[in-house]
């Protein structure tokens, strides 16, 4: 078949000569592909024009609801996804971290954009700046959404996951996205990318596949364009120079080469939990996925005096891996993607052995399982041994992107941190130590050099999810060669879509513009206590003023004997008067929060669900016995939980004395329905 590129809101086939894309196994043709004849132009008018705008018409919380019905609905589809990926030269296993783990991804983005972002389509960055003396003249930072396109390149080893870590962030921060798969692989991408469109849930415009070239797409974007690479540094060097990209700043963040490492701490000895680990995790990142993963590892850093049985315990476990054809059932690993790639390897292979041995893996003709080791593109896992490394430089420049793994001995943690910051910039280090003391001044001798550090002992191993798994939750990038960028890292990833900006403006002005009322503010009547009110008729700014209640001596000591709680300011007074703080006895400040409750609380059934928390909670002055206490409750922020029947409001709480100076301040959290909820008794 041909594969087909999706434009415009329909399936379009290139014209001219097509490339033939092979099974990684067996050799035979699997698909074809072009792009030529393409109006790449055009994809980029109906992306702006039409699938912008209906992304940005939806919320935050909309978004989010549309990512976590299509990652269930790729749940159901993704046998076929499996079948198909056999023919990239995966594993079931190998597959499995592709495209569960990218539809894991759409789950995690769908679940953060629901509980970290707010139902409304302006993200809040930070605090309000207070730019003048009376509160009249502030500053806010914003998030909104860029009107551009994000145009997603992407590399051949992970197909779905690859093209899923990009979407969600972007369709989350509201940009549509342009799809170009590497076309080695593009077969299983235009697949899932098939049950994406045929899902339907996602609005018109939202998304769009290039299979093939990029043509003159590049010659058309403009400075609210964002792209996102995943490929070589060479390739990335000429993308981030191209004319229109530097002319228009168009956003550029790239994941690319990366000479990972993996450090075995001098307290990890052989027969240690520690040692064990390392040995496996090491072989299993030479031959998961054939070693074709950006963050697999490169170096294998270990003390001097652990070499030789490092070296041992490796070629042992290297002789139990089963390689061959993946749709076999003992084979643990298959081949690399293209006949092309494995002449790559090899050709760094060589550039490697200039100055480390082999110690396993080329010796030897190699027998693949149920395939033809001509026909398939096929490598076994191959380990060098570097006795000079700081004399070395092949092992700290060239990325033999497959099964290859070189063991690099050190001296001291000093050169073991050197001999890793060599690689001049890495997606990830990983540390296999039982001492804190040593992990930790490993982990900061790494940090500037890399993006990600996983550090692995034998208590969190079993819920470890492994140096070369990059995860939703945290960034995946590292500075320097690894391309100085990163993706996804939860909400950071969303932002990247999106341009933050600085207003100014009344208080009035920055409500308006957020959607959260800010103190100063004008305050709305709301009629009725505004725990009566539904959470659809609950306005921004309904504010209660409650009416005042003494604090007394006695409500003090109550308070003590019922919470337990005598700390000498509440109870002794000689004690207290020598507080420079006091001057005397106070208040428990819980008791204000609590007292204040009482002060705003609507007891009847209503809207209110519950109260779940309270934040940025600061007592500001100390109240005494005899002074009085009031409150105000602000309707600050309304956030809709879809299809629940309710959602969550925070109220904005001031206790001030009868001075009208604050006591305390701090956000109530509650959740209230999207009905009229009427007391039985009452009514």
Same mark, same amino acid.
């Given at each position: ?105 759409? #789950? ?35 998030? *909104? ?106 956003? #550029? ?21 520690? #040692? ?25 850093? *270990? ?54 041995? *082999? ?171 505004? #725990? ?152």
């Amino acid at each position: 078949m041909q594969l087909q590129s999706f434009i415009a809101g329909r399936w379009a086939s290139g014209t001219g000569k097509a490339a033939a894309l092979r099974d990684a196994s067996t050799g035979e043709v699997v698909a074809s592909v072009t792009s030529e004849g393409l109006d790449f132009a055009a994809m980029l008018e109906h992306a702006r024009s039409v699938g912008g705008p209906n992304l940005r018409g939806l919320t935050f919380h909309e978004r989010a609801a549309r990512l976590k019905a299509l990652a269930k609905y790729l749940t159901e589809k993704k046998e076929a996804l499996y079948q198909l990926s056999y023919a990239t030269g995966a594993t079931k296993s190998d597959a499995w971290i592709d495209i569960d783990g990218g539809i894991g991804t759409l #789950f995690v983005y769908a679940s953060k954009g629901m509980k970290e972002l707010p139902d409304s389509r302006v993200y809040v960055d930070g605090a309000v700046e207070l730019l003048s003396k009376s509160g009249g003249f502030l500053g806010q930072h914003i998030y *909104v959404s860029l009107e551009g396109v994000a145009v997603h390149i992407n590399a051949f080893n992970f197909p779905v996951w690859g093209m899923l870590e990009k979407l969600a962030p972007a369709l989350l921060a509201g940009v549509p996205a342009i799809v170009k798969p590497a076309t080695a692989t593009a077969y299983l991408t235009e697949l899932a990318f098939r049950q994406i469109i045929d899902s339907g849930l996602l609005p018109e415009g939202a998304v769009q596949l290039i299979c093939g070239g990029v043509g003159d797409l590049f010659e058309h974007l403009t400075c609210q364009d964002v792209i996102a690479f995943t490929g070589s540094a060479s390739t990335a060097r000429k993308l981030r120079m191209h004319p229109r990209v530097v002319d228009q700043s168009v956003r #550029f963040t790239a994941e690319t080469d990366s000479l990972n490492s993996c450090i075995l701490a001098p307290d990890a000895l052989a027969g240690t939990a520690e #040692f064990d680990l390392f040995v496996r995790e090491v072989v299993r990142e030479m031959t998961v996925k054939a070693g074709q993963k950006c963050t697999a590892i490169r170096k294998a850093i *270990v003390p001097a005096a652990q070499s030789a049985a490092v070296l041992e315990a490796l070629r042992a476990a290297l002789a139990k891996v089963v390689i061959g054809d993946p749709r076999e059932q003992s084979v643990r690993m298959g081949p690399v993607a293209s006949l092309a790639q494995r002449r790559e390897v090899l050709q760094q292979l060589a550039r490697l052995e200039r100055e480390a041995d *082999v110690v396993w893996g080329q010796g030897g003709e190699l027998a693949p399982v149920g395939a033809d080791a001509e026909r398939g593109a096929f490598i076994a896992p191959t380990l060098l041994h570097c006795r000079d490394a700081l004399s070395a430089r092949a092992i700290h420049e060239v990325e033999a992107f497959g099964p290859v793994s070189t063991v690099v001995p050190y001296q001291g943690l000093e050169e073991a941190i050197e001999l890793a910051r060599r690689g001049a910039g890495s997606l990830v280090g990983s540390v296999f130590s039982a001492d804190e003391t040593i992990a930790a001044q490993l982990v900061l001798g790494l940090a500037p050099f890399h993006g990600r550090i996983l550090v692995v002992n034998r208590h969190c191993a079993k819920e470890s999810t492994g140096h070369g798994s990059p995860l939703p939750h945290l960034v995946h990038g590292g500075p320097g060669r690894a391309g100085g960028g990163e993706e996804m890292g939860g909400i950071r990833g969303v932002l990247h879509y999106m341009q933050r900006t600085a207003v100014q403006g009344t208080p009035d002005v920055l409500t308006a513009v957020t959607g959260r009322w800010i103190k100063g503010s004008r305050e709305l009547d709301p009629g009725v206590h505004p #725990f009566r009110k539904p959470f659809g008729t609950l306005r921004i700014g309904d504010t209660f003023h409650s009416g005042e209640r003494e604090v007394t001596l006695e409500d003090i000591e109550r308070f003590a004997a019922l919470s337990g709680d005598h700390f000498y300011a509440h109870m002794d007074e000689a004690a207290a008067r020598r507080n420079p703080i006091f001057g005397g006895r106070v208040a428990h400040g819980y008791l204000l929060i609590s007292a204040a409750a009482g002060l705003f609380v609507d007891p009847p059934l209503g809207p209110v669900l519950a109260n779940y928390g309270i934040d940025g909670l600061r007592f500001i002055q100390p109240v005494k016995p005899g002074e009085r206490i009031r409150v105000r409750l602000t309707c600050k922020e309304k956030s809709l939980r879809i299809g629940q029947g309710y959602g969550e409001v925070r109220w904005d709480t001031q206790i001030t004395n009868q001075n009208g100076e604050t006591v305390a301040q701090y956000d109530v959290l509650t959740m209230v329905s999207e009905h009229e909820m009427a007391d039985a008794a009452a009514s």
